[in-house]
């Protein structure tokens, strides 16, 4: 019974094309996120959603746009894919922030 | 910026001794720190976490220290086993604004049997 699902697990699409990301948690945790990992290796937060609000919203390029319809689901679109935006994505979630966070098993997006 | 560094990409153990995982960060308003545990193709999982008032805390083989002179974290494994071997992340929570978590580069340990 996984405590974070993400879906796909792997995305393989042309520039320019749309795509979204699937995440939800049933853990009962008020908060959410999504991270980056690039190809250095450095995992980056995106977004975090507390009760489906928006907490943070780190210098992301508008073309990324999450969205969560309840608190246990944080979904996060796309547009335009650029071959930039080739990584492995991170949907995580917490009850507060001194416990860690639970991540999925990651998204790795491929952009040709 | 890097506020968060682990300068050690890759670290080799024998199985039974010691494995020494180190963190330094540069930002003093850091009030929380967790390490992470990754393998292939699955995401991170917390392993163990210290606050900035303590300087050490331990759960079974782990152990994490905090320097805060030095800003300076390390996890010590004791006695390292082959099922250890994984990328470790060091994370620093940041006080100012929202809180949230500035992850460093991570360290892959591998121990040898």
């Known amino acids: 019974d996984t405590a974070v699902s993400q879906t796909p697990k792997y995305l393989v699409t042309q520039m320019g094309n749309d795509k979204s990301i699937k995440c939800e948690q049933n853990l009962g945790h008020d908060t959410m996120y999504w991270y980056k990992q690039d190809s250095k290796k450095f995992l980056k937060i995106m977004f975090s959603y507390n009760n489906k609000e928006l907490i943070i919203n780190e210098t992301v390029p508008n073309r990324f746009s999450p969205k969560s319809p309840d608190k246990a689901h944080l979904n996060l679109h796309i547009n335009s894919l650029e071959l930039g935006d080739s990584a492995v994505y991170f949907c995580a979630s917490s009850q507060g922030t001194y416990y860690g966070y639970t991540f999925g098993s990651g998204t790795r997006l491929t952009v040709v | 910026d890097q506020q968060v560094k682990q300068n050690s990409p890759s670290l080799s153990v024998q199985e039974g001794r010691i494995s020494i995982l180190n963190c330094d960060y540069t930002n003093s308003m850091f009030d929380y720190f967790l390490w992470y545990k990754k393998y292939p193709a699955e995401g991170p999982t917390f392993l163990i976490s210290?606050?900035?008032?303590?300087d050490k805390n331990e759960d079974g083989r782990f152990t994490v220290f905090l320097n805060k002179s030095a800003k300076h974290l390390s996890l010590h494994i004791v006695p390292s086993q082959p099922g250890d071997s994984a990328v470790y992340f060091c994370?620093?929570?940041?006080?100012?604004?929202?809180?949230?978590?500035?992850f460093g580069t991570g360290t892959r340990l591998k121990v040898l049997a």
């Open positions: 994370a620093a929570r940041t006080t100012s604004g929202t809180y949230k978590y500035i």
């Open positions: 210290i606050s900035s008032i303590k």
